[in-house]
């Protein structure tokens, strides 16, 4: 399955409008997992980009406002995960 994350950052796309203007021009960013393309997004906004557009080949798509919505309600769970599963919040061994 892939996810592909349509992202600005700066003035390149101000509006919806703009961006739809424009998405023909832009890259995506692919990733396997919708949490991952979720992660990013939250990375993309803390950075004062605009996570703009999230389509799957599974028909998923989510838009500006509901990647917001869903990164108000899992943002943390989603930053929690991308913690290496072996590292458990330990400092790192000096040998």
């Keep these: ?10 003035y390149t796309c101000t509006s919806e409008r703009e961006f739809l203007a424009t998405k023909h021009r832009l890259l995506p960013a692919p990733y396997e997992m ?3 393309a979720l ?7 803390r950075a004062g ?3 703009w557009l999230i389509e799957g080949d599974d ?3 989510l838009g500006r406002g509901m990647i917001e919505q ?3 309600k899992r943002g943390h769970e989603l930053e ?8 458990r919040g330990r400092p790192p ?3």
Excluded: I, S
Aim: zero cysteines.
């Design 49 to 51: 980009g605009v996570a």
């Design 39 to 45: 992660r990013r997004a939250g990375q993309v906004g």
């Design 34 to 36: 919708l949490d991952d």
């Design 80 to 87: 929690m995960e991308a913690q290496p599963a072996d590292r």
């Design 70 to 72: 869903t990164l108000r």
């Design 59 to 61: 028909k998923t798509r």
């Design 1 to 10: 399955m892939t996810y592909r994350l349509w992202w600005t950052v700066g």
């Design 93 to 95: 061994r000096r040998e």
